[in-house]
């Protein structure tokens, strides 16, 4: 099997607790949502961290989880990981150069796969409108407890609206002050056309020392309620 290596993938307190909250929040969203793609308006506002981080969170949690780079025009999670001699990527299974189990890699994380999107394709909103990515979908909804695919923006290309007809549900990446209300609403609508729930959003590069609000609001109202908890069981 070939094998990639992730590289910085470790995360300070605040954000493995971020990913937490949003594995147990995509746990709770039912059993049927096993097939799960990340999107986003525009790129560069982190969908492909955050849609890796979220795979090795659920496979901390005991699940086998296969992580898929559906972005065949510019994919960046090659140039940021480690490949371990020539890989072959979905590109290479959709277009018939590889069958499934050729183009599925182990990582370092144990219950983590992934699949590289691969070489750029000259067409690549046909090769994913194609049966062979559909059986592909079907096939790896069977093997594995999830499924994760980081598409490219939507709105960008076609290509996410494409890939979410074959998902159970998606989950929109947003930057922070970075996009329109109205530009978010028409990426939303978009989404929606190809019949694939929306289980979210998620806010992404929040300046925390901007925002200080949250941390002060959270920090006394947490502070605060288990400081009362903790003297009740004391004086109990």
Do not use: W
Request: charged letters at 25%; one cysteine or more; a positive charge.
């Amino acid at each position: 099997m070939q094998e990639v290596i992730l590289k910085n993938v470790e995360k300070d307190y605040r954000s493995n607790e971020a990913y937490k909250t949003l594995r147990t929040n995509v746990e709770f969203s039912g059993a049927d949502k096993k097939v799960i793609v990340f999107s986003s308006c525009t790129p560069n506002e982190g969908k492909s961290t955050v849609s890796l981080s979220l795979a090795m969170s659920l496979a901390e949690g005991d699940k086998n989880v296969l992580f898929v780079d559906a972005d065949l025009r510019k994919s960046v999670l090659v140039g940021r990981h480690q490949i371990k001699g020539q890989i072959k990527g979905l590109s290479h299974f959709l277009s018939g150069q590889a069958d499934a189990k050729d183009v599925i890699a182990k990582t370092q994380a144990n219950g983590l796969f992934c699949v590289l999107a691969g070489v750029v394709p000259p067409n690549p909103a046909e090769l994913l409108g194609n049966r062979r990515f559909e059986a592909f979908i079907e096939g790896a909804k069977k093997a594995y407890d999830y499924v994760i695919i980081d598409a490219p923006p939507v709105g960008s290309v076609i290509d996410s609206a494409i890939i979410a007809k074959f998902c159970d549900a998606s989950i929109l990446v947003i930057a922070a002050n970075t996009i329109s209300y109205k530009f978010a609403k028409s990426v939303k609508d978009q989404l929606e056309k190809s019949g694939c729930p929306i289980l979210g959003v998620v806010l992404n590069k929040v300046n925390m020392k901007q925002n200080k609000y949250y941390g002060k609001y959270y920090g006394k109202y947490y502070g605060a309620y288990y400081g009362e908890y903790y003297k009740k069981d004391d004086d109990e």
